[in-house]
């Protein structure tokens, strides 16, 4: 069966974009899956545990993995919800504040390097073009 050339392509286009975000947070000393809980809790101030599981849509093990990593290079800390023992809040300390105000935002980055030399009307339409399609794939059911 053939392949899709589009599908291949926006795949490819996919793993470079991911690539490319790590080595920008490599320089740094943060892995993309430490950044975005940064990035999500710093939005909120502080966050219930709960919270951060939806917002990132992983395993409740991979973010507790990710929660104690971060708590033990001081960046993040745990305490208990007043309304519910049972559940704990996500803070960032006063380093987590200061290292994801001194880190760059990756998209960014990698949107300007992606967009260089493109047209702006270009670029919306490919803007456009992205939007349809994620809607398309939202609403629609495979059929065979």
């Not at 809790?41 to 849509?57: G, V």
């Not at 973010?63 to 809040?89: Q, W």
């Amino acid at each position: 069966m053939p392949k899709s050339e589009l599908v291949r392509l926006i795949k490819r286009l996919s793993v470079l974009m991911n690539q490319r975000i790590d080595d920008v947070l490599k320089i740094h000393g943060m892995a993309r899956s430490q950044f975005q809980v940064l990035y999500f809790i710093n939005k909120s101030i502080s966050l219930p545990q709960k919270d951060l599981l939806e917002s990132l849509a992983v395993e409740p093990a991979t973010l507790s993995g990710l929660i104690d990593t971060l708590e033990n290079k001081g960046l993040v800390k745990r305490s208990v919800l007043a309304s519910d023992k049972r559940s704990k809040n996500i803070e960032l300390t006063k380093l987590g504040k200061k290292t994801i105000a001194s880190i760059p935002h990756p998209g960014l980055i990698i949107e300007n390097i992606m967009f260089k030399d493109v047209k702006e009307s270009d670029k919306n339409n490919f803007k456009k073009t992205i939007i349809k399609v994620i809607e398309n794939l939202e609403v629609s059911e495979l059929t065979k």
